[in-house]
């Protein structure tokens, strides 16, 4: 098995925001070679993630963006002293990777989907690692 990991770095801009890292993950598996396989794709924040979700309507990252703030309010009720604790609980439900399989040199995706990186407490310089694993 031949495994590849490649580092990125993003920069945030907002406090809240996703960003499309589908080109790095493309990018990722075009330079390792692997035709067929799967990918990690891994944050290692506590306060951002990686999610999948629809490319088309940007409405819908706005959308997701909402719904979590309404569970996970920034001015909520918190303990932790960094002021941060909402964006700890949003990186927890949504996750720190996602695993997709490649096939015939492409990530697996649906037609309207796309690799979010989610960031809860920006701006901030990320990092993002992406494991190509070859079958």
Known sequence: MKNLLFQYSIPTKSKQEFIDITEFISQSI???????????????????????????????IEDMINALDNVFPIDGNYKHIEGNAHAHLKSSFIGSEKSIIIL???PLLGTWQSVYFCEFDGPRSRKLFIKIMKD
């Open 30 to 60: 075009n330079e390792s070679g692997v035709k067929n396989g799967h990918v990690l794709i891994y944050c290692p924040h506590t306060t951002a993630g990686i999610t999948i979700n629809e490319n088309a309507d940007p409405n819908v």
């Open 104 to 106: 015939e040199g492409e």
